[in-house]
């Protein structure tokens, strides 16, 4: 039976270490915002039928979602964990999560350390410019214990990512790096643009120990300069649409590149921004 899905942090769980660690990341959200973890697994029954015996791929399916849950647990013991197996496309099943859920978590298949090769179709990426909802997507290796990152550009979607990411690092009593990059011989006619964005969303959030450095370069690069040393990086998905749409090209190279983890912020109103 499908479990409820309304309000939670809901992770894709396939059959890597890598996919482990998505969890201990999301079940760390989960925690920090009052959310219960859903676990999500897709099962292939395609695959299955050609087993010698079709209670063997199921029952490793279920062996898979046992181990995701005692991880957990064992990083956010009070964060309540469901468990949902689901046939098709991890994908597609994300994607109708998204609709009710807080955030959705997938791995990056290895992407990061993939160079130039990343496909448009990844399922991190489709999942990233599809979802209803924030979408985070992990990394192997545990992040280091640096700020919560975010870019801020001055557009709706950045600013909503700005709310987002404070909300984020007051919960997990983070600090906040805030940089805007501005491209080598355009004009900078917003100098101001970013301590005002942050000063704005900072008064909900006075706790919050915030940095913000405006810088000179190519965006890509300097982004994925300074997730090197961040805890996770946020990014607004620039769709066309208010909520939903195609990802920016820092979003995507932050997805291609960063080696900390990533939340694509999407699918959030603009009037409650920390989404609590």
Do not use: K
């Amino acid at each position: 039976m499908a479990a409820p899905t309304h309000g939670a942090v809901v992770v894709g769980v396939g059959g890597s270490e890598e996919d482990l660690q998505v969890v201990r990341e999301a079940a760390g959200v989960a925690a920090a915002h009052g959310r219960p973890l859903h676990l999500l697994h897709a099962f292939n029954w395609a695959a299955a039928l050609e087993a010698p015996y079709v209670s063997g791929p199921r029952a490793a399916a279920e062996e898979l979602l046992e181990r995701a849950g005692q991880v957990a647990g064992e990083v956010e013991p009070a964060v309540p964990v469901s468990v949902e197996i689901v046939e098709g496309s991890s994908v597609d099943a994300l994607i109708r999560a998204s609709d009710s859920a807080f955030l959705v978590a997938l791995g990056d298949g290895g992407m990061a350390n993939c160079g130039d090769c990343v496909p448009a179709d990844a399922p991190a990426v489709q999942l990233a410019a599809r979802a209803g909802c924030p979408v985070l997507v992990g990394r192997p290796e545990p992040p280091p214990p640096g700020p919560v990152l975010v870019g801020v550009d001055g557009s709706p979607s950045a600013d909503t990512a700005l709310g987002f990411a404070f909300d984020h690092a007051a919960r997990r009593g983070l600090r906040l790096l805030a940089v805007r990059v501005v491209e080598p011989g355009r004009p900078d006619g917003g100098a101001d643009l970013l301590e005002q964005a942050v000063a704005r969303c900072a008064r909900d959030h006075p706790g919050v120990p915030t940095e913000c450095h405006t810088i000179v370069g190519d965006p890509d690069t300097v982004m994925v300069e300074q997730s090197r040393s961040a805890q996770v990086s946020l990014v607004g998905a620039r769709g066309d649409e208010p909520w939903r749409g195609m990802l920016g090209e820092v979003s995507q190279s932050l997805l291609y590149h960063s080696p900390a983890p990533v939340i694509v912020v999407r699918g959030i109103d603009p009037q409650s921004e920390g989404r609590a």
